[in-house]
């Protein structure tokens, strides 16, 4: 069922307005976000008539617009992306794992986004998998499933990794699999004391050699002086870095990954109103606990696009990416041996290809038959109207 509000909706009633104002401070990236959200499921990108195989039923389907940043196109995103991952679940307790940036240098991160997004992704990988490594700890080769998320719930800019964890890994000679204990993974003081120096050594790295750029308020920062005094301040803190309780099984992991995976910066879900005041939606607000930590907020419709745009990534950014037994080189033989190990069945077969993939498409709204295509038209045209009656022979139009 449609929401009543989506983001669609919003940018298409204030978006060209919006893009007029702010001409020349928008980035391409972002127009072609606002563009692709605007014309999803329309007929702007064409689309096709299904029928119902039992009642003859008609409706019309526009073609989605596929871009990572829209709400309505994420769902079979996800599935695909599941239904492949589903064989490198181990049958082992996982962990939840988040590393997250001072707001100092979120700052800094919001006028670099690739090279800081990198960063973060590297320095917090190299950290689980430096101290899982050390014998004092787990002293074992451990696989991390790493995704990005760059917002807070009232759409602020927050980036942070999530990690999803098996609760062990390979021993460093391959030959056991070293389980962790039932509810601790890693000691999250050291995690973020390494973090820290990783991140900030190599954001110095990428100061010294001319690879971050500053504007308007941050200007000051392009002068190498203010940029160490402002690393320095940060370096004093206690970087966080949160570890949750276990999973209970890996059909929870699947659960967990459906949800962030493929999640954008609001889902049209948590929209409310909008009206001459703003956008209304839902936040949640983590620093409280209870019902107090569920609310609604309302921005001026401008400053909610603006901030909607903060989390476009930059074009061909992974934000979902895997390291240690699941990096990509090696992931079949770690997984075996990982299996080998612990005495777990193989995983279940891959499809054949010949096998015609699931269908997605819903049922028939009046008798829940099966529906299927039956005609497509192209961009920016309109679906053929049905054959009316038959004439009867021998009679004329009036």
């Given at each position: ?8 909706d919003?940018f298409?009633?204030h978006?060209?307005?919006?893009r ?17 959200i605007?014309?999803?499921r ?5 689309g ?11 409706r019309i389907?526009y ?31 996982y ?7 001072p ?9 670099n ?11 917090a ?16 080769r451990?696989?991390?499933?790493a995704?990005l998320?760059?917002?807070?719930s ?10 999803i964890?098996?609760?062990?890994g ?8 070293v389980?962790?204990?039932?509810a601790?993974?890693?000691?999250v ?26 504007f ?5 920062l392009?002068?190498?002086?203010a ?7 940060v370096r004093?803190?206690t ?6 309780p276990p ?12 949800r962030y995976t ?11 109103a909008?009206?001459e ?15 107090e930590?569920?609310?609604t ?22 934000r ?15 997984l ?11 995983p ?7 096998v ?5 498409r ?7 038959g ?29």
């Amino acid at each position: 069922m449609r929401p009543a509000l989506e983001i669609a909706d919003i940018f298409r009633r204030h978006g060209p307005a919006w893009r007029a104002a702010h001409a020349g401070h928008v980035s391409l990236g972002q127009l072609k976000v606002m563009s692709a959200i605007e014309t999803c499921r329309t007929a702007a990108l064409g689309g096709h008539i299904e029928g119902c195989e039992d009642c003859g039923h008609r409706r019309i389907a526009y073609n989605s617009c596929r871009n990572r940043h829209c709400p309505k196109c994420q769902g079979a995103a996800a599935r695909e992306w599941l239904e492949a991952r589903e064989a490198d679940l181990l049958p082992v307790g996982y962990f939840h794992v988040v590393f997250t940036l001072p707001a100092e240098i979120a700052d800094i991160a919001a006028q670099n986004k690739a090279v800081t997004y990198d960063l973060l992704f590297r320095a917090a990988s190299q950290t689980m998998l430096t101290i899982a490594a050390d014998p004092h700890h787990l002293g074992a080769r451990i696989g991390i499933t790493a995704v990005l998320h760059t917002w807070g719930s009232a759409l602020t800019h927050h980036p942070h990794i999530h990690m999803i964890v098996p609760g062990g890994g390979l021993s460093l000679d391959g030959q056991r699999w070293v389980s962790s204990r039932p509810a601790f993974l890693l000691p999250v003081r050291v995690l973020g004391a390494l973090f820290r120096r990783l991140f900030l050594t190599r954001l110095l790295e990428l100061h010294t050699a001319g690879k971050l750029q500053f504007f308007v308020k941050q200007a000051k920062l392009a002068d190498a002086t203010a940029f160490r005094q402002r690393v320095a301040l940060v370096r004093k803190k206690t970087w966080v870095v949160y570890a949750k309780p276990p999973f209970a099984g890996p059909a929870a992991v699947l659960t967990y990954l459906s949800r962030y995976t493929h999640r954008v910066a609001i889902s049209n879900r948590r929209l409310i109103a909008m009206d001459e005041t703003g956008v209304t939606f839902r936040f949640k607000d983590y620093r409280r606990d209870g019902a107090e930590r569920y609310g609604t907020m309302t921005l001026a419709t401008g400053e909610f696009i603006r901030r909607f745009l903060l989390h476009v990534l930059p074009r061909g950014f992974h934000r979902i990416r895997h390291y240690g037994l699941l990096a990509s080189g090696g992931r079949r033989d770690n997984l075996d041996r990982a299996r080998e190990l612990l005495a777990a069945p193989p995983p279940p077969a891959e499809p054949n290809a010949t096998v015609e993939p699931p269908d997605y498409r819903p049922p028939c709204p009046c008798c829940g038959g099966h529906m299927i295509v039956i005609e497509t038209f192209m961009r920016f045209t309109q679906p053929r109207a049905p054959p009316g009656p038959p004439q009867s022979a021998g009679r004329t139009p009036s």
